[in-house]
């Protein structure tokens, strides 16, 4: 699937998409998701709400693109009818998309499947888990509903909608509604493997403290942008990982990120500022990079101006590192679905 989805982008973007709208509903029944983690992929994928009806009696679910549930409309729209199943996209005034009926299909396909395994949907169990604002009494209650045993160390990992699975996860899986939109999310052993790009892997803890694990796995996932191989773990950042977690990032930028800005217009300036604070030296900086030692000691000269501080004294190493880490955050378009065109494309 995979490789076809590389030849066909090249040829037909929106041919390519609407293979994507399969692939990711194929791993999210692979990972036994329920009804509300289908609906809320199909609205993201979409980019508007989606809602569902089983049979004219029953109460109407919507969910928004943001993953979130929404009120009962007034009226339905324009509607995919299988047997005592009805899906929709709603677009208001708006034209359909392009992959609207691809989207729809796949929808009450595996909403289908989903109904014939179990007829009551599941709780979102992994949702509560990862929010601490629920009662840990409700937090434990839905770890154990999810098989998530006490006494050993697991973490939590994210991905994009539209990430491509190279080792698939052997936990409990769904689909999560963050600010940032929904992600596809899963529980695993701390000593699990698993592949996939891009992804963001959380630190190990227990069982009653994977809401951090959860928030540090999306912080690296946001970071995976710049990841060699897609796969940005929390475990190298340290205690860094949970305060960078912990700490929501301002609307506007502050002195230090602002040069880490500046220097990103540089096609220089950001890998050198990450081997600086990764590297022990100049020299070995110099060598990360592969420049002469000069070049490295005209480029920090430059680094330092636009901090205002150099960035190899003592603590002015991790303040520069903590920049740069904040800017990446800020910047990151990991998480910018790749929706499906709202209309047909013209030849």
Do not use: K, Y
């Amino acid at each position: 699937m995979q490789e076809l989805l590389g030849r066909l982008r090249a040829l037909d973007p929106n041919a390519s998409q609407g293979l994507r709208v399969i692939a990711c509903f194929d791993e999210l029944m692979a990972g036994r998701v329920g009804t509300d983690g289908l609906l809320s992929a199909a609205a993201a994928l979409a980019g508007s709400p989606v809602g569902m009806r089983r049979g004219a009696r029953s109460p109407v679910v919507r969910v928004g693109p943001d993953g979130r549930r929404l009120e009962a409309p007034s009226s339905l729209p324009p509607e995919l009818s299988t047997d005592d199943l009805q899906v929709w996209i709603e677009r208001g005034e708006q034209s359909p998309g392009f992959n609207d009926a691809i989207i729809l299909e796949r929808l009450a396909l595996s909403l289908r499947v989903r109904f014939d395994e179990s007829p009551t949907p599941a709780p979102r169990d992994l949702a509560l888990v990862f929010d601490d604002a629920v009662e840990p009494a409700v937090r434990h209650a839905a770890a154990t509903r999810r098989g998530l045993a006490s006494g050993v160390m697991l973490r939590a990992i994210v991905a994009p909608l539209f990430a491509v699975w190279r080792l698939r996860p052997s936990g409990p899986e769904d689909v999560v509604a963050t600010d940032f939109g929904p992600v596809h999310v899963a529980v695993v052993s701390a000593s699990a493997e698993v592949a996939a790009s891009p992804l963001g892997v959380g630190i190990a803890v227990e069982r009653d403290d994977l809401a951090l694990s959860f928030r540090t796995a999306l912080l690296a996932l946001r970071l995976a942008d710049s990841a060699p191989d897609g796969i940005s773990r929390a475990d190298e950042l340290g205690v860094l990982a949970e305060t960078l977690a912990d700490r929501p990032i301002r609307p506007r930028m502050d002195a230090d990120e602002a040069a880490v800005a500046r220097l990103a217009d540089h096609a220089w300036g950001l890998p050198t500022l990450d081997a600086l604070v990764r590297s022990t030296s100049v020299r070995d900086a110099a060598r990360i990079v592969g420049v002469h030692h000069s070049t490295m000691s005209a480029r920090i000269d430059t680094i330092t101006a636009e901090f205002g501080f150099s960035p190899l004294d003592g603590w002015a190493r991790t303040r520069a590192a903590v920049a740069l880490l904040r800017w990446r955050v800020r910047t990151s378009r990991v998480l910018d679905l790749p929706a499906p065109a709202s209309t047909p494309a013209r030849a």
